[in-house]
């Protein structure tokens, strides 16, 4: 079952840590989540800008209708805001509310585009074994959208923050 209660937390604690998300980053900060070992209740497969997930399309939709959220439309993109702060109960949870500050403090300044690259990276790795063959499913994903070296450097922060073994090389 979806947390919704959640991703109003998220998008919260984003918006407080470098503004208010576009849809890409707030799909992607939650695909890092669910990639902890957290269940917010999102399936994801992969799409054009990365991992994505129609269930949390429809989630935030439905936060909008409720009144917890709002599609703000500019002419770069969807920013997602909370309307009104006391709406905001968190996931209910802890331990799953720190792991959250702590991807967002890692990678809530990436761009969306940074967001896109690390997370299909992620995405990738669930299939591939070494650094090589990572970069290689990215290359087959993107195409030449990035280059090797943004790709290396993408595997090395997932690394660097406990995604990816130790043993990928």
């Given at each position: 079952?979806?947390?919704?209660?959640?991703?109003?937390?998220?998008?919260?604690?984003?918006t407080?840590?470098?503004?208010?998300?576009?849809?890409?980053?707030?799909?992607k900060?939650?695909?890092?989540?669910?990639?902890?070992?957290?269940?917010?209740?999102?399936d994801y497969?992969?799409?054009?800008?990365?991992?994505?997930?129609?269930?949390?399309?429809?989630?935030v939709?439905?936060?909008?209708?409720?009144g917890?959220?709002?599609?703000?439309?500019?002419?770069?993109?969807?920013?997602?805001r909370?309307?009104?702060?006391k709406?905001?109960?968190g996931?209910?949870?802890?331990?799953?509310?720190?792991?959250i500050?702590?991807?967002?403090?890692?990678?809530?300044?990436?761009?969306?585009s940074?967001?896109?690259?690390?997370?299909?990276a992620l995405?990738v790795?669930?299939?591939?074994?070494n650094?090589?063959e990572?970069?290689?499913?990215?290359?087959?994903?993107?195409g030449?959208?990035?280059?090797?070296?943004?790709?290396?450097t993408?595997?090395?922060?997932?690394?660097?923050?406990?995604?990816?073994?130790?043993?990928i090389?």
């Amino acid at each position: 079952m979806a947390n919704n209660g959640a991703i109003a937390s998220i998008v919260k604690q984003i918006t407080d840590y470098n503004g208010a998300p576009c849809k890409k980053t707030l799909q992607k900060i939650v695909y890092l989540i669910e990639a902890k070992d957290i269940s917010l209740g999102y399936d994801y497969g992969i799409h054009l800008y990365g991992p994505y997930s129609s269930d949390l399309d429809f989630a935030v939709r439905e936060l909008c209708d409720e009144g917890v959220l709002a599609i703000d439309y500019t002419r770069t993109g969807h920013k997602i805001r909370v309307i009104n702060d006391k709406d905001v109960t968190g996931s209910g949870d802890e331990k799953i509310d720190r792991i959250i500050k702590e991807i967002i403090s890692a990678f809530g300044k990436e761009t969306p585009s940074e967001l896109e690259l690390i997370t299909t990276a992620l995405y990738v790795s669930n299939y591939h074994n070494n650094e090589k063959e990572i970069i290689d499913g990215v290359k087959k994903i993107k195409g030449e959208k990035y280059e090797v070296d943004s790709i290396c450097t993408a595997i090395k922060k997932l690394r660097q923050y406990g995604y990816l073994k130790n043993s990928i090389a």
